[in-house]
């Protein structure tokens, strides 16, 4: 088969290493790809959300499965786009992965079939929006912006002062443009934080292994969110009994939700997830693997993911017996120094070769890209050093083993990947 992977972070590079894997992947390209990827696949120069393009790409190429791997291209409409030209693509259609590009769509549907989640209120008006945090005076308070936002679109204010201002930003001053025509204000809820990417075709939900993922750029917590600065697998708080509770009361729910609803999901959706006092709650559906969720859930697949993929589009994913690796798996990502806000970008790397020296480590590319031989970094997160072993303190030891040999310019990362909350 000739696959075509679409996007350009450690997320793809970790999907594309586990499709290589397969007997049936002759040949996989990736558009546009990084420096770490064109060692794995063909990259292609065509922009992520250039849907024409991709089409036309994949058309001329006789590509047999396309996989659509970022949120924008998904809420655009890249699979439905393929699927028109008869073209078997991975992912869900426009009209289901809005469940991620709409919060109001998400928490109106959560309310409607009884999937437990924060309590909110929508708003369209910033006046009402103001009011209704004046007359409830609770803190903290968390205000989000409707729509897509980098990840970045979640607020969580700790005075009504900066409750308000939330609101000025998002509305008013459309801090992230037309995602913030409309917010929703929510309940701020407390508890560790789960993630759960599961496979679905839109009848059937097979959860994979959980993940956690450590947002703040630095340790302890602290400092901003970012796309996550680590993560392992499984998620020590995710106990067996969770998972059953989580299961018959968010998974399978979610998945009727959205047929009833005539938006069948297809694809992979990520449930995130806090583990509150009241029991498990909805923080945010994502219609996509996580980054970098994927890079610790993958190594631990056992079965073809060519094979899945397939089946999930065929609509048969009941026949497919889903099997994983015993063990642990940690990912620990080495960004460039300012960031999430500012940071320079062509600076060399080394230490590189393919592993970090470490047995058994993968280095996943987010961020890189080759020139004159020279691997340099080309975004904010750079690589996602992770390892897999029989247990977590295994796995971080490898991991961090391989992150000091190595290095470039300015190289942050996080030294308490699985150690905090
Ligand atoms: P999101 O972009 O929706 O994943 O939100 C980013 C982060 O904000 C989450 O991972 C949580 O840590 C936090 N968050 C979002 N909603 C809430 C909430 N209702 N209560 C507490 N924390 C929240
Ligand atoms: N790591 C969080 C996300 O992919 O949205």
């Not at 059937?204 to 703040?216: A, L, Q, W």
């Not at 079965?303 to 899945?308: A, F, G, H, K």
Request: aromatic share 8%; glycine share 10%.
């Amino acid at each position: 088969m000739k696959i075509l992977m679409v996007g350009s972070g450690g997320r793809e590079h970790a999907l594309i290493k586990k499709l290589i894997e397969s007997d049936k992947c002759d040949k996989i390209y990736c558009a546009p790809g990084n420096g770490g990827i064109s060692k794995d696949a063909e990259c292609v120069n065509i922009g992520a959300m250039d849907i024409e393009n991709m089409v036309k790409f994949a058309k001329d190429n006789a590509i047999d499965l396309v996989f659509v791997a970022p949120d924008d291209p998904l809420a655009a409409g890249m699979v439905d786009a393929m699927e028109k030209e008869g073209i078997r693509a991975f992912g869900p259609n426009a009209n289901a992965a809005v469940i991620e590009a709409s919060k109001v769509f998400s928490k109106n549907l959560m309310k409607k079939y009884g999937i437990p989640t924060a309590k909110y209120e929508v708003f369209d008006d910033p006046k009402k929006a103001v009011e209704y945090i004046e007359s409830e005076n609770t803190v903290p308070v968390v205000v989000k912006a409707d729509g897509l936002a980098l990840g970045k679109g979640v607020i969580i204010a700790q005075t009504i002062e900066d409750a308000k201002e939330a609101v000025k930003s998002i509305m008013e001053d459309k801090k992230f443009g037309d995602s913030g025509n409309n917010i929703v204000i929510e309940e701020f809820l407390t508890g560790p934080e789960v993630s759960v990417l599961a496979f679905t075709d839109g009848k059937v939900v097979k959860p994979m292994v959980s993940s956690k993922d450590h947002k703040r750029a630095y340790d302890n917590d602290e400092g901003l969110n970012t796309g996550g600065m680590g993560t392992v697998s499984p998620n020590p708080y995710y106990t067996d009994e969770i998972a059953k509770e989580c299961y018959d009361t968010i998974f399978v729910p979610t998945i009727k939700a959205m047929e009833k609803e005539g938006r069948p999901f297809k694809g992979c959706l990520y449930f995130g997830l806090m583990i509150t006092p009241n029991g498990p709650k909805v923080i945010e559906y994502n219609a996509r693997f996580g980054d970098p969720e994927a890079q610790v859930v993958l190594p631990r697949l056992k079965t073809d993911l060519v094979d899945i993929c397939e089946a999930i589009i065929d609509e048969r994913l009941a026949d497919v017996d889903i099997e994983w690796y015993d063990g642990a798996a940690a990912c620990v990502v080495m960004a460039s120094g300012g960031y999430p806000l500012s940071y320079k970008k062509g600076i060399e790397i080394t230490g590189l070769d393919e592993n970090g020296g470490v047995d058994g480590a993968i280095v996943y590319h987010a961020g890189t890209k080759l020139e004159n031989g020279k691997m340099l970094t080309n975004g904010g997160r750079v690589l996602g050093v992770t390892a897999k072993a029989d247990t977590l303190d295994e796995a971080l030891d490898k991991a961090y083993k391989a992150v000091k040999s190595i290095s470039f310019d300015g190289a942050h990362y996080r030294t308490d990947i699985g150690r905090t909350k």
